[in-house]
């Protein structure tokens, strides 16, 4: 079983700054070997790619996050990362980890809101 526990979520102003994290763990998951990402879906939206990371560093984002967004991991750790800075109030949804194999967390409400 592969469980994609994410934190960091939470109310931030227009402007500001937020952290997530995801972390990994399953006795048949080899997290290095495995490609994350993060998902958002906003209300009334489908579900969209934020960011991806492969199991060697390659990234690619979403065209609304680029320049704004940075994916990282930490294989050491078994998590992976998403800085957001500079955050719209368009960037508010439920941010959801991923991993190859189809693994999803729980989701993490973000909050861009004066």
């Known amino acids: 079983q592969v469980q994609l526990v994410e934190s960091g979520g939470g109310l931030v102003q227009p402007g500001g700054s937020l952290r997530l994290s995801c972390a990994a763990s399953g006795t048949i998951f080899s997290f290095r070997f495995n490609t994350m990402g993060w998902y958002r879906q906003a209300p009334g939206k489908e579900r969209e790619l934020v960011a991806i990371?492969?199991?060697?560093?390659?990234?690619n984002y979403g065209n609304s996050v680029k320049g704004r967004f940075t994916i990282s991991r930490d294989n050491g750790k078994n998590t992976v990362y998403l800085q957001m800075n500079s955050l719209k109030p368009e960037d508010t949804a439920v941010y959801y980890c991923?991993?190859?194999?189809?693994?999803w967390g729980q989701g993490t409400q973000v909050t861009v809101s004066s």
């Open positions: 991923w991993a190859s194999g189809a693994y």
């Open positions: 990371i492969s199991s060697g560093g390659s990234t």
